[in-house]
């Protein structure tokens, strides 16, 4: 077996128009594509971001809850400053406090599920 490269992360929401407000109106993510309906609303919705993508599934239609704990995407963001300056704009609440670490700097925020995502810069070499 070869794995060439991560098809998605996936997010589980409970709330998926809350969901997008934080992922597209917060993070400025755009929605790439989205399948199925739930509650009147897409069951899944996926952002791609580089050669990746990042998913959100809607936990009312799926066997996999929100959480907390254990995984959590690292999204790269082109200015770190900027990107803290406007999480802490839109009262976004912070996991972990910006750190810094010999290759890189990031930041942790939980979406209004609870999940951890975390927003990451590599230092210039």
């Not at 936990?59 to 803290?84: I, M, R, Y």
């Not at 810094?100 to 927003?119: A, H, K, Q, T, W």
């Amino acid at each position: 077996m070869k794995i060439r490269e991560i098809a998605f992360t996936g997010y589980s929401v409970t709330d998926m128009k809350r969901a997008k407000a934080f992922y597209e109106g917060v993070l400025g993510l755009v929605r790439a594509r989205g399948f199925g309906q739930l509650d009147g609303d897409e069951q899944w919705v996926e952002y791609d971001i580089g050669s990746g993508c990042l998913a959100l599934i809607n936990a009312k239609g799926a066997d996999w809850p929100p959480s907390s704990h254990g995984t959590s995407a690292a999204l790269e963001v082109e200015d770190f400053d900027a990107a803290l300056a406007e999480l802490r704009a839109k009262q976004v609440p912070f996991v972990w406090e910006p750190q810094e670490f010999p290759g890189c700097r990031m930041v942790v925020v939980s979406d209004p599920d609870g999940n951890r995502v975390v927003l990451h810069r590599r230092n210039a070499t």
